[in-house]
């Protein structure tokens, strides 16, 4: 098993974080975020664990991901790619969010964007 390697991108209100797991059995733990989103799975195989449940998808394939659920992703193959997008946000309109355990250590978010106070 390897590190799962993202790479994040913002454009005005929109946040992506690609995922790319090198081997079967990669994971992206366990985390929950504060909004809805929707991860875009574009090869491969991905086990998505959330509410005590496996579900299984093969791309291409659309997951969605309620806020506040905690959620796991599991490689099924090797070189499975998937996408985490939403936007930044709240749904009223106002400010730009993000769950700050979502942004890897050295990755600087969009500009203009403040980050949640999380427990």
Same mark, same amino acid.
């Given at each position: 098993?390897?590190?799962?390697?993202?790479?994040?991108?913002?454009?005005?209100?929109?946040?992506?974080?690609?995922?790319?797991?090198?081997?079967?059995?990669?994971?992206?733990?366990?985390? %929950?975020?504060?909004?809805?989103?929707? #991860?875009?799975?574009?090869?491969? &195989?991905? &086990?998505?664990?959330?509410?005590?449940?496996?579900?299984?998808?093969?791309? *291409?394939?659309?997951?969605?991901?309620?806020?506040?659920?905690?959620?796991?992703? #599991?490689?099924?193959?090797?070189?499975?790619? %998937?996408?985490?997008?939403? %936007?930044? &946000?709240?749904?009223?309109?106002?400010?730009?969010?993000?769950? *700050?355990?979502?942004? *890897?250590?050295?990755?600087?978010?969009?500009?203009?964007? #403040?980050?949640?106070? #999380?427990?």
């Amino acid at each position: 098993m390897s590190d799962v390697i993202p790479y994040i991108s913002c454009v005005k209100n929109l946040f992506v974080k690609q995922m790319i797991f090198r081997k079967a059995g990669d994971k992206e733990y366990g985390h %929950a975020h504060v909004h809805d989103h929707l #991860t875009l799975l574009t090869k491969g &195989r991905l &086990r998505v664990t959330a509410l005590g449940k496996d579900t299984d998808f093969t791309a *291409p394939a659309h997951i969605y991901i309620k806020a506040d659920v905690i959620h796991e992703l #599991t490689a099924l193959e090797d070189d499975t790619i %998937a996408h985490c997008i939403h %936007a930044l &946000r709240n749904e009223d309109g106002s400010g730009d969010i993000i769950d *700050p355990d979502s942004i *890897p250590n050295g990755i600087e978010a969009c500009e203009s964007l #403040t980050r949640l106070e #999380t427990n």
